[in-house]
């Protein structure tokens, strides 16, 4: 069997047994503006990030089979390391510039799989866009693929306590309208792409 076809097998197995479950039951998920988001070609859905939840919820509600770019460590976290695995994640090392990890995530956007990427490169305590990287920006310029904001509600909070008994917060994922990717790759023009996506996705957070 063709190891891509494999690896969608996989990825629709773990997210339609493992990962629906939890975003359905326990985390009450919803999606608003399942309309912005491409039907067939390629394209980097760029995120806010808040919980190490987020790639597996993220995937399983877009419907979309995404690549995210994971920092490595997060492949050594039982089960979890086995989920973001199996739905196609690579490892980054953090504060790395990896001429690997560019590599694959090109190859993966030239067979026309997505790619997922936490904008500001690890998670907010505040769950929302605060110092964006320009590295979407400047994988979208070298492809030419579309930028797909999204926003995860709640996720950095997603338990709470009360007399030790657990409450779940309701996850709310929004998509908004598709950013055209940079038409160069000059400063400026990815400072203002990424922008961009900071304030569509901090709008759609509200």
Do not use: W
């Amino acid at each position: 069997m063709d190891n891509d076809i494999f690896q969608k097998l996989i990825y629709q197995l773990v997210s339609k047994v493992f990962v629906l479950p939890i975003y359905k039951f326990v985390f009450k998920g919803h999606l608003i503006g399942r309309e912005n988001i491409p039907k067939k070609n390629s394209f980097i859905m760029v995120s806010n990030h808040g919980s190490l939840l987020d790639p597996p919820l993220l995937g399983h509600a877009l419907g979309r089979n995404i690549s995210f770019m994971a920092k490595a460590e997060l492949f050594k976290i039982p089960f979890l390391g086995f989920v973001i695995k199996a739905c196609g994640a690579y490892p980054v090392k953090r504060g790395i510039a990896d001429k690997n990890t560019i590599k694959t995530a090109c190859k993966k956007l030239s067979k026309n799989n997505c790619i997922g990427i936490f904008i500001d490169g690890t998670r907010q305590k505040n769950g929302r866009v605060n110092k964006p990287k320009q590295g979407a920006a400047l994988l979208a310029f070298k492809n030419q693929k579309l930028l797909l904001p999204v926003a995860i509600v709640n996720s950095n909070r997603l338990v709470r306590f009360k007399f030790f008994i657990p409450f779940f917060s309701k996850i709310v994922i929004k998509v908004g309208t598709p950013v055209q990717p940079p038409q160069s790759s000059s400063k400026d023009e990815l400072k203002y792409v990424t922008m961009q996506l900071k304030d569509n996705i901090n709008n759609l957070i509200g």
